[in-house]
């Protein structure tokens, strides 16, 4: 399962809040609920939060292993 726990983190860590992700970047309040819910995200969007967060993918998400995870 991919967690966006470090998202968190990161964003706390900066000048930004969920606020301006999307009043000044333009991304949506729902992009911002799937964070919250650790629900899927597209690569375009983890990269505009790299971009605008200046960091990296790990300061974004995380993966962890659990058995709900879909069989390969």
């Not at 726990?5 to 706390?12: H, M, R, Y």
């Not at 999307?22 to 995200?41: Q, V």
Request: aromatic content about 6%; hydrophobic content about 30%; proline content about 4%.
């Amino acid at each position: 399962m991919i967690s966006y726990t470090p998202f968190w983190e990161t964003l706390k860590a900066s000048n930004e809040s969920a606020y301006t992700l999307i009043k000044t970047h333009h991304l949506s309040s729902s992009t911002i609920d799937k964070l919250r819910k650790d629900k899927p995200l597209n690569t375009t969007t983890i990269n505009d939060l790299c971009r605008i967060l200046d960091c990296n993918v790990s300061d974004i998400m995380t993966y962890i292993p659990s058995d709900n995870d879909q069989a390969l």
